[in-house]
């Protein structure tokens, strides 16, 4: 806020206007100032902190973008490279990272050698706030960061050189990551930037309001001296003195007058503010909205703030925007963030599919309980009918554990292994086959040829498998319910009948959420329709096979040990995993 006088002798107080950071380079410094005064990142910081709204989003969508943390999806085939990834980047480490990252458009970490200086062996978050370019060198490239605990005053607290990465000689450099900005050359700008403006917009209105309050709504004033106008130092030291006191967190309502004469006493003219609260309430909406808008948000239903744009209700929009706000603002952050370190990684020969595991922000279906189908229906825009109707043990069975025995017991691991070891279930069945027919029956297997020799092609007269329903023991889906409260086991050709029929409408594949989809390969849902892809379904099959306590075909048989079963046949590796794997951890 600024002044401005004119020859009149009356004093105008202005709004300042905000303007873009600016970079700035001198000969006495070796280091490039940000903003006015080098304090750009702590101008950000205060809207930060004074703007309600802009707190509240960017504390949420910091929350967004790490999710449940940072992992990759071939973890178990490089376990090594994971291991020394996740210590690499704890958990505390990267949370700090995307912090800034959305707050302040930057991050940066302290990576510390071994001695040799071949390996990374430890990276910590350093404030990014701290921290400011040096100049640039010939080829445009900045070789370091110089780092204060206080860049106010640089003389107590003396700024520090430290290698950029990729530019140090010894064990300690700085990896400083941001979004290229145009026009900006050593640091990035805020993605919200357009909405600052009305973050400080934000922060008047809140100041302004208090002391209305604490000042008992008085109405704004104009103080008229009528006794001359005096110099220039003295209307200064007046306009002060009355600014003091009138104005403030505990501005005086009573102001004391002295006067010799009373046809040139001071007066005191009110200026009231006519319809005040309306003109409060749009300039709070009005902020607010715009705040929304610079920080990418689709609705604020998102954050809790109620909105109406069109559509047919707040649960149809708030699936909508969810998922744009997804792939529009919480993964570009991720993927920048991720770059970022993947070259901290590559030093270190590391090479993995890095994501961040997804924050579910809540399950429609089960978000509140509904009385009744119809308005669960319209609620949500799930057809429950069907589902409601789902019986699994008309699918499913029990087994006769006084006949057979469980031998062995296996999360369903590939397709491929799954063939194989129907193989190996024909061949202890059929001991005395030749190979050539245990060759064909293998192909017939794979193939799905029909057995209508047997009640399932899985089984036989000494040994069977089934499958079982398992994981989550809590599902929030009604058909996971079902499914988890009937404990059955399941013929492959039981699951197959399911999958032909719509027994869990509405979590089908898009773009037919409603049709009959592979309940052997997704379980309760996995790649669901645009509204419903980030709830997927955390349950998986166990393979379950059996033998009979004896065997029918001659007296006093001895009885088969699982090693013995199990080594019947060889199990194929593993290819493709998705078959065990909880549609949820695909």
């Known amino acids: 806020m600024n002044k401005r006088k004119d020859n009149s002798g009356i004093h105008f107080v202005q709004l300042e206007a905000y303007s873009a950071p600016k970079t700035s380079e001198n000969n006495r410094d070796a280091w490039v100032a940000f903003g006015e005064d080098n304090k750009y990142f702590q101008f950000l910081i205060d809207r930060y902190n004074g703007s309600t709204t802009n707190n509240a989003v960017i504390n949420n969508i910091s929350k967004l973008i790490y999710g449940r943390g940072l992992d990759a999806t071939d973890s178990s085939k490089k376990p090594n490279e994971y291991a020394q990834m996740m210590m690499l980047f704890r958990k505390d480490i990267v949370k700090k990272g995307v912090a800034d990252l959305k707050m302040l458009g930057q991050y940066a970490y302290q990576l510390i050698y071994n001695k040799s200086k071949d390996a990374i062996i430890r990276v910590e978050h350093i404030p990014v706030q701290l921290l400011r370019a040096e100049k640039c060198n010939k080829k445009g490239e900045i070789e370091a960061y110089y780092y204060s605990d206080n860049w106010e005053d640089t003389q107590k607290f003396e700024p520090k050189r430290i290698p950029a990465f990729g530019f140090g000689d010894k064990t300690l450099e700085i990896l ?115 705040i929304l808008l610079g920080h990418g948000v689709v609705s604020g239903l998102q954050f809790g703030i109620p909105s109406s744009n069109g559509f047919s209700s707040n649960a149809d929009e708030l699936k909508n925007a969810i998922t744009l706000f997804d792939n529009m603002v919480i993964r570009y952050f991720q993927d920048t963030f991720i770059d970022g370190i993947e070259k901290v990684l590559a030093f270190n020969k590391i090479s993995l599919n890095l994501y961040f595991k997804t924050l579910q922000p809540l399950e429609f279906v089960d978000l509140n309980p509904i009385a009744d189908k119809e308005t669960a229906e319209e609620e949500t825009g799930v057809k429950l009918s069907e589902q409601t109707d789902f019986d699994p043990a008309e699918y499913g069975e029990d087994i006769d554990l006084s006949e057979w025995e469980l031998i062995d017991s296996r999360e369903v691991e590939s397709l491929e292994d799954e063939a194989r070891l129907d193989a190996e279930l024909e061949a202890m069945n059929n001991p005395k086959k030749s190979l050539m027919a245990k060759i064909w029956d293998f192909a017939s297997v794979s193939t799905g040829r029909a057995r209508p020799d047997l009640k399932s092609a899985q089984d036989g007269k000494l040994f069977m498998s089934r499958y079982r329903y398992s994981g989550n023991p809590s599902p929030e889906r009604e058909f996971c319910k079902k499914m988890m409260a009937a404990n059955k086991l399941y013929r492959k050709e039981d699951i197959d009948r399911m999958s032909a029929t719509t027994v869990n409408p509405g979590f089908g594949m898009a773009p037919e959420p409603d049709k009959p989809y592979d309940i052997f390969l997704w379980k309760g849902g996995g790649l669901l329709s645009d509204v419903y892809n980030f709830g997927t379904c955390k349950h998986f099959w166990v393979r379950e096979t059996y033998k009979r306590f004896t065997d029918p075909r001659r007296k006093g048989a001895e009885k088969i040990t699982p090693a013995q079963a199990r080594k019947a046949g060889e199990i194929l590796p593993v290819n493709d995993r998705r078959a065990y794997i909880a549609p949820h951890d695909m």
């Open 176 to 290: 400083y990551v941001g979004n290229y900005t145009v026009g900006q050359k050593y640091y990035s700008n805020v993605d919200y930037i357009g909405a600052i403006p009305y973050a400080k917009l934000e922060e008047e209105i809140a100041d302004y309001l208090i002391n209305d309050v604490q000042n008992g709504f008085s109405p704004t004033s104009v103080v008229n001296f009528n006794n001359g106008i005096p110099d220039e130092e003295k209307r200064e030291l007046i306009s002060r003195q009355v600014s003091a006191t009138l104005t403030g967190s505990k501005g005086k309502k009573v102001v004391v007058s002295f006067n010799n004469d009373e046809t040139k006493k001071t007066t005191v003219d009110s200026i009231p503010l006519n319809d005040a609260p309306k003109h409060y309430e749009y300039l709070s909406q009005e902020a607010q909205g715009k």
